[in-house]
């Protein structure tokens, strides 16, 4: 069992940057990012790979976003700039444990969920 806590929402203007934290209690494999707003399906947002320390994303790129992580810890932070009002939505961390090939991208493939941090960015 691996808990996963997320932080660092709120809320904020358009233009703003803000940074959310993710925290593993456990070791994982991988730590990814997803995004919620009512009645739409769970979007990914990005997600860091320990082994080489890679970075997945959506097919649209990276866009305004930058992640980075400390394996040590099991952390990964999502740094958000340029946030726009498209951005607002509940963000939620993910644990995923497998070490071969998945793909990030899809929700399913991750094992642990937060409980997930509000972002609200006022336009």
């Known amino acids: 069992q691996v808990t996963v806590v997320e932080s660092g929402g709120g809320l904020v203007h358009a233009g703003d940057s803000l940074t959310l934290s993710c925290a593993a209690d456990g070791p994982t494999s991988a730590l990814g990012w997803f995004r919620q707003t009512p009645g739409k399906e769970r979007e990914f947002v990005g997600a860091l790979m320990w082994n080489g320390m890679r970075t997945y994303w959506p097919e649209t790129g990276s866009g305004r976003f930058m992640l980075s992580g400390n394996n040590a810890v099991n952390m990964v932070w999502l740094q958000m700039n340029n946030l726009k009002s498209e951005d607002s939505a509940r963000y939620y961390c993910?644990?995923?444990?497998?070490?071969?090939?998945?793909?990030?991208?899809?929700?399913?493939?991750?094992?642990?969920w937060g409980q997930g941090t509000q972002v609200t960015v006022s336009s």
């Open positions: 993910a644990a995923s444990l497998n070490d071969g090939i998945v793909q990030l991208r899809l929700p399913t493939n991750y094992n642990y």
